[in-house]
């Protein structure tokens, strides 16, 4: 098992808040409008970077050449801010096939999942993310999530991973405490909590920072709270955490971004429009937002 002496992190720009962006529908297809509307609000307001194509973003229900174009969209309106893009998949060939077409866009990275629904060995999943990795002209953002993959990444195995030059940053939703207090002990992976509820715990603890999707709404408070946390300021942090709780316990009320959407329509920032079989958010959970 590799050392888990706290060594210093060999990249500095996965850290701050970063949004995992939704993907603006209307009438069926991508609202690019919305989209840049959206990045540029979001990058005036302060966050450290975007991820394109992630769960948030529905990135299942896009096609290829969606994808591509939602990238070409946020890469223009973050005018230099930094953006990662998702990649996914269960079959490895055109999972790498993907990473080469992405090597001509200038991204900050590319946020990687454990292959879905085939739930392989700790073996295979270092198989799978270093073929990645190595086929990457990028740093990889590892993304542990394992509700959606149904696979499990190990202590041991993200800590193999962080030997690797090009991987170099985790998306943390693998809900494990001890986990997450190895890696960033370790110290060679920048720890960003992908669980919004973590965000406060996790960055108190010596996280770099998080990739969220709540704080599309209320965002100059998220953007207070991380450099609060980051100066060491908890009482003063923890004040704003406290007022964000029902937020963010309303954004995950239903399954993401439903909620999330529904808040941005009534801001009159995009349409309530998800892609089936995701459903817009219940006329409950509607009003119950609307009061926030």
């Known amino acids: 098992m590799p050392s888990l002496t706290t060594a210093p992190a060999r990249c500095s720009v996965f850290s701050g808040l970063w949004i995992a962006l939704v993907t603006p529908f209307?009438?069926?297809?991508?609202?690019?409008?919305?989209?840049?509307a959206l990045t540029a609000r979001l990058r005036d307001e302060g966050v450290s970077g975007f991820v394109a194509c992630g769960s948030t973003g529905e990135a299942a229900a896009l096609d290829k050449a969606e994808q591509l174009q939602v990238l070409d969209t946020v890469l223009e309106a973050a005018r230099g801010r930094p953006v990662v893009m998702?990649?996914?998949?269960?079959?490895?060939?055109?999972?790498?096939?993907?990473v080469?077409?992405?090597?001509?866009?200038?991204?900050?990275?590319?946020?990687v999942s454990a292959p879905h629904y085939i739930r392989p060995s700790q073996q295979g999943l270092l198989h799978w993310f270093r073929a990645i990795a190595d086929a990457s002209t990028v740093p990889v953002v590892l993304y542990d999530i394992p509700y959606r993959t149904g696979a499990t990444l190990a202590t041991e195995t993200l800590l193999e991973l962080a030997a690797h030059p090009r991987i170099q940053a985790i998306k943390d939703c693998g809900g494990n405490l001890a986990k997450t207090q190895a890696l960033i002990a370790d110290g060679r992976l920048q720890v960003l909590t992908g669980e919004d509820a973590?965000?406060?715990?996790?960055?108190?603890?010596?996280?770099?920072?998080?990739?969220?999707?709540?704080?599309?709404?209320?965002?100059?408070?998220?953007?207070?709270?991380?450099?609060?946390?980051?100066?060491?300021d908890l009482p003063g942090a923890r004040h704003i955490w406290q007022a964000l709780q029902p937020w963010i316990e309303a954004c995950f009320a239903e399954p993401n971004p439903a909620p999330l959407k529904a808040m941005l329509a009534h801001a009159g920032a995009i349409c309530n429009e998800l892609r089936a079989p995701m459903m817009a958010a219940s006329p409950a959970l509607v009003q119950r937002l609307r009061t926030l």
């Open 26 to 36: 209307k009438d069926g297809a991508v609202d690019h409008l919305a989209l840049a």
């Open 100 to 111: 080469r077409t992405l090597a001509r866009y200038p991204l900050a990275g590319l946020l």
């Open 86 to 98: 998702g990649v996914s998949g269960y079959h490895q060939g055109q999972v790498l096939d993907q």
């Open 198 to 232: 973590q965000i406060f715990n996790t960055l108190a603890l010596g996280g770099a920072g998080a990739i969220s999707a709540c704080a599309h709404w209320q965002t100059p408070r998220f953007v207070e709270l991380m450099g609060l946390l980051h100066a060491g």
